[in-house]
């Protein structure tokens, strides 16, 4: 048996609160499941499963918040792996010629399956499966919330599009769909419910104490973290400007050669030649702690990501210096989307070893950032925007990026932040060599 504990989430995390349970005592679960949801102050977060086997059992029920380190549950992980059945697998059915036995609902899906059907109000035992032996899967549960015509509760010309659960929940609170507001999208089961629920309190009843929202824990957080980031670091900034004319020359010949799903945009290209230069300048790549600087053994390369509705996270990217540049863009992608819907998973949120923040889309042109303790730098880029640019003797125009560095001069001076920045730049001039 193993325990599976609450997760370090970032640097500045100490504690979190079990929001949902997607497993119950007796699932079987695979490394990579998503088991759980935990509330951070920043994110609410999904949390996979480490190990494969079975949950024995929940040891910290839902809406407990617990320190970082505590054990969640109890897995059993004494079956080998190859041979420990999947949450995907139906019980095998005694032999017969009879029918097969029916499985029940909660054995045939997997976790993720069973949240998504929860999170659309899906009853699984209404959901007919089309995996191996009647397994629900997420085209079941994606077809079961698909909208439907519903031609009956409306005149022929304006046809109402309701998803099936809607019409059923609709039958069950005694709402009747053609009363509701019309619209441009499908009625929704939350449409649904807000019809069926009494009138709101009126105004000058409601609690003079505004409810706390997640972008208002989200920033208390980052305040915290900057200030302590600005008492406790003394920090030094350079800035160096880069030419981007055949790295982007380069890029676009390689994207035009590649399937539109593995082309790469310009800010993968400065994410891959940070960590390419983090690797090459490891000073900067790494901690302080405890009154001494700690290099990191990987570049783990954090980007900064606003969340919809005020805040920040920072995802990160995993041993960026080896990965290859299409790797990155779908890293960059996949959890940069999750991050700005505010529902990153845990594997998302690990320790970075340095942190890169890009405002170039939103046309800064300059970012002088602030360090992410306990790290020792961050990596700004800004806008990148045609300038007068001289090329042996000859002004031309040429695409360019301002990179900055914030940096820790506890642990390194300014010559070794300029060997980094132009580190960077080397990268960024033989881009064919990524």
Known sequence: MTD????????DMESGTVVEWLVKPGDPVRKGDVVAVVDTAKAAVEVECFHTGRIDRLLVPEGQSVPVGTPLAVITTDQPAEQAPTARQAEPAAPSPAPPKEVPAELAA?????????????????????GPDGVVTRRDIDQATTPVVDRASTPAASPRLVSPYARGLAAELGVDLAVLPS???????????????????APHSASPHPTRTRAVDNRSAIA?????????????????????????????????AIPVADRVLPAALLLKATALAAAAVPELNGFWVDGA??????????????????????PVIAEADAL???EIMRGLREQAARARAGRPRASDL????????????????VVHGVIHPPQVALVGFGAVVDRPWAVDGLLGVRPVVTATLAADHRATDGAVGARFLRAVDDVLQRPEEL
Do not use: C
């Open 224 to 256: 915290e973290l900057v200030s302590r980031a600005n008492r406790d670091i003394p920090h030094y900034h350079l800035a160096t400007t880069i030419d981007l004319h055949r790295a982007l020359a380069w890029l676009r010949g390689r994207n035009k």
């Open 293 to 314: 600087a700690r290099h990191s053994s990987t570049v783990d390369l954090g980007v900064t990501v606003a969340v919809r509705g005020g805040g920040l996270l920072v």
């Open 4 to 11: 599976f504990v609450m997760p370090s989430l970032g640097a």
């Open 110 to 130: 997997t976790p993720i399956v069973r949240h998504l059907a929860k999170e659309a109000g899906i009853d699984l035992h209404s959901v007919r499966g089309t």
């Open 350 to 365: 690990g320790q970075a070893s340095i942190t890169v923040t890009n405002l170039g889309d939103l046309g800064v042109e």
């Open 324 to 326: 290859p540049l299409t």
């Open 183 to 201: 619209g441009t999208g499908p009625v929704t089961a939350a449409a649904v419910r807000a019809a069926a629920e009494p009138h709101p309190v």
